[in-house]
């Protein structure tokens, strides 16, 4: 395994334990995908700052706000890497309420705002929200059963980006139309197709290359999972043109995490476990595309990658706590 690579991933799992020693009172799945957000950025979790962005959220949002439910832990996590937590907070608050007049309340609709916050100018914020609500009305009518919040989500990251609606609706749809008989979850296909339609490469090549990623994982006997979490290999197809070399580096990590405590048959399930090898795979990729001037990506498509991994990554952990503590409860 690379060294560079190597080195993130045992910073990821340092920061797991950060995360776990420090919130235990957090569901368990939210510890590493908050550790991978301070890996992404190649820093040691700051858990004093958590904290103190989790009492920012609590002293500025009502009790049975999404801001202090599911997601609360990810959101001060990403708060925590702000060098302004309460100003930042109060921008996201502003935009939150705007998102409110447009879309039904969600785990994942406080995410959004984080995102325009870091993305969008203060003077775009009607037009974005605008446009992000005509692109939803459009999923819903392409796809009225299995549209529901978490695309929110996804609405607001392609009114984000330089595709127009149609162009957005249009992509989107290739992509689920070609992808469609490959899984069985039409929901995971759904994401999938919303993260790919980002890239700028032809759909068929893009959908293509997710493929042989996912049936070379398979060959190795590393399944990837057929959920939300799908999305991920496609924000990594947007990362290489290297397919093969995707499969060993996951298969890689996937093999080097299992070697330590919490990664094993007793810890973290295969399917999560494969998840977090991918999203350190693309964490490295995208780094290595940002150092050489954008040689395998356009800024354009950089800028793209960093949405579609926020969005695809919450949206897989939201979903599986949501759907544990409903079996718990």
Same mark, same amino acid.
Request: with cysteine; hydrophobic share 40%.
């Given at each position: 395994?690379?060294?560079?690579?190597?080195q993130?991933?045992?910073?990821?799992?340092?920061?797991?334990?950060?995360?776990?020693?420090?919130?235990?009172?957090?569901?368990?799945?939210?510890?590493?995908?908050?550790?991978?957000?301070?890996?992404?950025?190649? =820093?040691?979790?700051?858990?004093?700052?958590?904290?103190?962005?989790?009492?920012?959220?609590?002293?500025?949002?009502?009790?049975?706000?999404?801001?202090?439910?599911?997601?609360?832990?990810?959101?001060? $996590?990403?708060?925590?890497?702000?060098?302004?937590?309460?100003?930042?907070?109060?921008?996201? =608050?502003?935009?939150?309420?705007?998102l409110r007049?447009?879309?039904?309340?969600?785990d994942?609709?406080?995410?959004?705002? *984080?995102?325009?916050?870091?993305?969008?100018?203060?003077?775009?914020?009607?037009?974005?929200?605008?446009?992000a609500?005509?692109?939803?009305k459009?999923?819903?009518?392409?796809?009225?059963?299995?549209?529901?919040?978490?695309?929110?989500?996804?609405?607001?990251? *392609?009114?984000?980006s330089?595709?127009?609606?149609?162009?957005?609706? $249009?992509?989107?749809?290739?992509?689920?139309? *070609?992808?469609?008989?490959?899984?069985?979850?039409?929901?995971?296909?759904?994401?999938?197709?919303?993260?790919?339609?980002?890239?700028?490469?032809?759909?068929?090549?893009? @959908?293509?290359?997710?493929?042989?990623?996912?049936?070379?994982l398979?060959?190795?006997? @590393?399944?990837?999972?057929?959920?939300?979490?799908?999305?991920?290999?496609?924000?990594?197809?947007?990362?290489t043109?290297? $397919?093969?070399?995707?499969?060993?580096?996951?298969?890689?990590?996937n093999?080097? =995490?299992?070697?330590?405590?919490?990664f094993?048959a007793?810890?973290?399930?295969?399917?999560?476990? =494969?998840?977090?090898?991918?999203i350190?795979?693309?964490?490295?990729?995208?780094?290595?595309?940002?150092?050489?001037?954008?040689?395998?990506?356009?800024?354009?498509?950089?800028?793209?990658?960093?949405?579609?991994?926020?969005?695809?990554?919450?949206?897989?952990?939201?979903?599986?706590?949501?759907?544990?503590?409903?079996?718990?409860?």
């Amino acid at each position: 395994m690379d060294n560079v690579l190597k080195q993130r991933c045992e910073l990821f799992v340092r920061n797991r334990d950060i995360m776990k020693n420090h919130f235990r009172w957090d569901h368990s799945s939210l510890h590493p995908l908050c550790g991978s957000m301070y890996t992404e950025r190649q =820093l040691e979790v700051d858990e004093v700052k958590i904290k103190e962005c989790k009492d920012i959220i609590k002293s500025n949002t009502g009790l049975l706000s999404p801001f202090r439910s599911t997601t609360n832990l990810i959101l001060a $996590t990403v708060l925590s890497l702000e060098s302004q937590a309460v100003i930042k907070f109060q921008k996201v =608050l502003r935009i939150y309420d705007l998102l409110r007049k447009e879309f039904y309340s969600s785990d994942y609709l406080p995410l959004s705002a *984080f995102v325009m916050a870091d993305m969008v100018k203060d003077t775009d914020y009607k037009r974005v929200v605008e446009k992000a609500k005509e692109i939803y009305k459009r999923m819903k009518k392409e796809h009225p059963f299995l549209t529901s919040s978490e695309d929110s989500g996804f609405a607001i990251m *392609f009114a984000i980006s330089d595709l127009t609606v149609e162009e957005a609706i $249009t992509e989107m749809e290739k992509c689920y139309n *070609f992808l469609q008989t490959q899984f069985f979850s039409a929901n995971a296909v759904q994401s999938l197709s919303h993260a790919l339609a980002l890239g700028e490469e032809n759909f068929l090549k893009k @959908c293509n290359k997710v493929m042989e990623i996912f049936e070379g994982l398979k060959n190795r006997d @590393c399944k990837f999972g057929t959920g939300v979490e799908l999305a991920i290999l496609g924000v990594l197809a947007m990362t290489t043109e290297n $397919t093969q070399q995707v499969i060993n580096d996951i298969v890689e990590v996937n093999e080097y =995490l299992l070697s330590f405590k919490g990664f094993g048959a007793l810890g973290i399930a295969k399917k999560q476990r =494969l998840m977090y090898s991918a999203i350190l795979v693309e964490q490295e990729y995208k780094r290595q595309c940002e150092n050489k001037l954008m040689e395998v990506a356009s800024i354009n498509s950089i800028t793209s990658i960093i949405i579609a991994e926020q969005i695809a990554v919450t949206a897989a952990i939201t979903a599986s706590v949501t759907a544990t503590n409903a079996a718990n409860s």
